[in-house]
């Protein structure tokens, strides 16, 4: 510790400076940044408008641990109906192999608007999420 009187020399300052705000830029990064795998592709793809799909696929950067990876889906809008509440889509079958998950509906989804919300767990135990939009015609 400098005596009173007496000032740090420039480097010291310059290398707490520069250590300080390291901390703050790392403390202040969202953790998504850190985690291994991301979202790569999707079908239908994110603010996309597509014909009625029967299935969804989401094909991500590593393998996915399938038991611990899924899908939810909600419609939030439909045509003519401007009081419509956001409705849970259920009754569809979630799979994953490899780097693809796939999500198999019972019937093709109505016209409409619609966030897919999912979580994916890797082979290193990361879990990384997300959502999107998409519009059905």
């Given at each position: 510790?400098p ?108 016209s ?26």
């Amino acid at each position: 510790m400098p005596s009173p009187g007496r000032q740090r020399s420039p480097h010291l300052v310059r290398k707490t400076l520069l250590a300080s705000c390291t901390a703050v830029l790392l403390a202040t990064l969202p953790t998504a940044v850190f985690a291994h795998a991301h979202l790569e592709k999707a079908n239908p793809a994110p603010d996309s408008t597509v014909a009625k799909p029967q299935k969804l696929t989401l094909d991500f950067s590593e393998d996915l641990v399938a038991p611990l990876s899924n899908v939810e889906l909600v419609m939030t809008s439909m045509p003519g109906m401007s009081d419509h509440k956001p409705m849970p889509i259920k009754g569809f079958q979630t799979s994953a192999k490899g780097k693809t998950m796939t999500v198999a509906l019972p019937r093709p989804l109505p016209s409409g608007s619609y966030t897919l919300t999912w979580h994916a767990v890797t082979a290193d135990q990361h879990r990384v999420e997300g959502s999107y939009t998409f519009t059905v015609r």
